[in-house]
């Protein structure tokens, strides 16, 4: 039997194929029946042009609809799908067709579709195994060279199977999709949910808040990532009524603020659902759906996900191996072998702990570790209590090079405050070799297309902060 993604999502597709798929802003609707079709003849057509089983197709474009349909013609056609960031140079474009080595690469995704409908459409499915290729996800690169996370059929499939049970996921369901579709969570998490379901998604090129805001009104569920809510309680038409109809408020791809989380409980009566997750495997953990979702946790791990802690202390970095996990990077053996352990586990990089009851808590990356005269600091225990005092909105800690300490801890904040009083206020919940020797206000801080503050780009900006 066929392990194809695609023949798993059409299985569950409505049985009857008129029903909508994506709402358009513009108020137009697409139905199933009418993406199954143009799958089958982008699939036709690839096939026609050449491609073969285990092809790569790398597709750069704005989110739309035709990006949809060429992804699942991809799956059909049995070859696996790269997406790449629109707003991605040539120069890193370059990088990643080189290293992909795509047979094809589209640019136009309503252009390529158009020009499918004369193509024979794929009758069936091209047959895949549970190990085959699916898709490469490229990792942001921010420690180095991007690196291709191969993501198998039966990766995408597992991890699809348990978050369209964990969160309650049912044909009645209106998915609100505001999200970039060149990365896992708009791309896997949300869409595979709603196709798994055979729901519509009310399909909108990016976040807008006025579009947000109609879209609440007929959506079940709203995955976004921190941004999209500090917006939304930024919005003074925003309130309990206009979350009323939401039955699901779900948050990933960058840490939630623990304010956050507490204001929009105060406004709505609702608390956000936090996940964690990363490229290599999708979705790791989740807050339940019924039950306790605690401010700062990212709940338990997915079933059949193995977690631990690494290097025998309380607090560590994050192992896992399961279902879910990808095979491997894409044309690198040396850093594969050099992220997993003896027994198969993968090395997130990320750092945290495991409470007795088995929730888990993130403190940072590994890379972002401070090291200040011998002692470690984990950055995310004194963002916590930072972003906690009067002034500041939110922090971001990194470690500098110091003459005396060889690192020094800074927090780049914004908002507005006094730099001295902050420190000795936050001295009252740290100990002094935890404390932040400057902290600086700033307008914004640098963030990647999910949200992520880039804290690789604020120590080269403050690198010689304790040097002057």
């Not at 888990?360 to 950055?379: E, F, M, Q, T």
Request: include cysteine.
């Amino acid at each position: 039997m066929s392990a194809s993604l695609f023949e798993l999502l059409a299985s569950r597709f409505p049985p009857e194929r008129s029903a909508p798929c994506f709402i358009l802003s513009d108020g137009r609707e697409i139905s199933y029946g009418a993406l199954e079709s143009a799958a089958a003849r982008v699939a036709g057509r690839l096939i026609a042009e050449g491609l073969r089983p285990g092809d790569r197709v790398a597709l750069q474009a704005e989110k739309s609809p035709e990006a949809i349909m060429i992804y699942l013609g991809v799956l059909m056609a049995g070859a696996a799908f790269v997406p790449l960031n629109a707003a991605y140079t040539k120069s890193e474009v370059d990088y990643f067709l080189g290293d992909a080595y795509p047979r094809v690469f589209v640019t136009d995704p309503p252009t390529f579709v158009r020009e499918a409908e004369s193509a024979e459409a794929l009758a069936r499915p091209v047959p895949r195994d549970a190990g085959d290729l699916a898709s490469l996800i490229y990792t942001s690169g921010t420690t180095g060279r991007s690196k291709g996370a191969m993501l198998s059929h039966g990766n995408l499939a597992e991890n699809a199977l348990a978050l369209h049970a964990a969160w309650g996921f049912t044909p009645k369901d209106v998915l609100l999709h505001a999200l970039p579709v060149f990365h896992v969570h708009g791309l896997f998490v949300a869409l595979h949910c709603a196709l798994l379901s055979g729901a519509p998604m009310i399909w909108l090129p990016k976040f807008a808040d006025a579009e947000v805001l109609t879209g609440l009104k007929r959506a079940t569920v709203m995955m976004g990532v921190p941004t999209f809510y500090t917006r939304l309680l930024a919005n003074p038409a925003f309130n309990r009524e206009s979350a009323s109809n939401i039955r699901l408020f779900i948050s990933g791809s960058a840490p939630l603020l623990p304010s956050t989380f507490a204001q929009f409980e105060q406004c709505t009566g609702q608390r956000i659902l936090e996940r964690y997750g990363m490229s290599e495997a999708v979705i790791i953990t989740s807050n339940p759906l019924e039950g306790d979702r605690i401010a700062g946790s990212v709940g338990f791990p997915l079933p059949g996900v193995e977690l631990r802690i690494g290097g025998g202390e309380e607090t560590g970095v994050i192992q896992i191996r399961g279902p879910s996990v990808f095979s491997a990077y894409w044309r690198m053996p040396e850093k594969t072998a050099e992220e997993f352990t003896a027994d198969g586990f993968f090395i997130t990089g990320d750092v945290g702990r495991v409470d007795p009851d088995g929730r888990v808590w993130i403190s940072g990356r590994a890379k972002d570790l401070i090291i200040s005269g011998g002692y470690n600091v984990y950055p995310k225990e004194v963002e916590l209590v930072l972003d906690e005092l009067p002034g500041v909105t939110e922090s971001a800690v990194i470690g500098l090079p110091h003459p005396d300490f060889g690192e020094g801890v800074a927090a780049i904040c914004t908002g507005k405050g006094d730099e001295a009083g902050i420190i000795v206020a936050a001295r009252q919940q740290l100990a002094a070799y935890k404390l932040p020797k400057r902290v600086i206000f700033v307008n914004d801080l640098p963030r990647n297309a999910m949200g992520k503050v880039q804290k690789n780009l604020l120590r080269q900006t403050y690198a010689t902060l304790f040097q002057r």
